[in-house]
């Protein structure tokens, strides 16, 4: 009995150590990765969960300019796209005359793209 519980020991203190560096790896290259901390960013923003914020981090102006002219922003565009169309074509209209679309017209009839283009992708920097 005492041997099997010195070798439990044994492994949940390495895999407890195994854990925490793995931990503190991740930690730190979201620290010191500008690509991954500033995903993240993007996610959290995206999600509304970065609070008020005018200004893209310094750190990201680079990734934003990136993401908008490459293929993931037309990417993520095509999608979001294609499933509001999916989902319109689900709506059943009265057909009384007073139906009516509703749009968020930033980023969804327009987009942004110019406007961080033209002020270089994080307008301001602050951090």
Request: glycine share 6%; aromatic share 14%; hydrophobic share 40%.
């Amino acid at each position: 009995m005492a041997r099997s519980q010195l070798l439990l020991s044994l492994f949940l203190f390495i895999s407890i150590s195994i854990s925490e560096t793995i931990s503190q790896s991740i930690i730190q290259l979201s620290r010191d990765h500008d690509d991954v901390y500033c995903s993240s960013w993007r996610f959290s923003e995206e999600t509304n969960d970065v609070g008020y914020w005018d200004h893209v981090p310094s750190r990201c102006v680079s990734y934003v300019q990136d993401y908008m002219t490459g293929d993931g922003y037309r990417s993520d565009s095509e999608v979001v796209a294609s499933y509001a169309l999916g989902f319109a074509k689900t709506v059943e209209i009265a057909g009384d005359g007073k139906d009516a679309w509703v749009f968020d017209v930033d980023e969804t009839l327009l987009s942004n793209l110019p406007y961080y283009a033209l002020h270089g992708f994080g307008y301001a920097i602050c951090d």
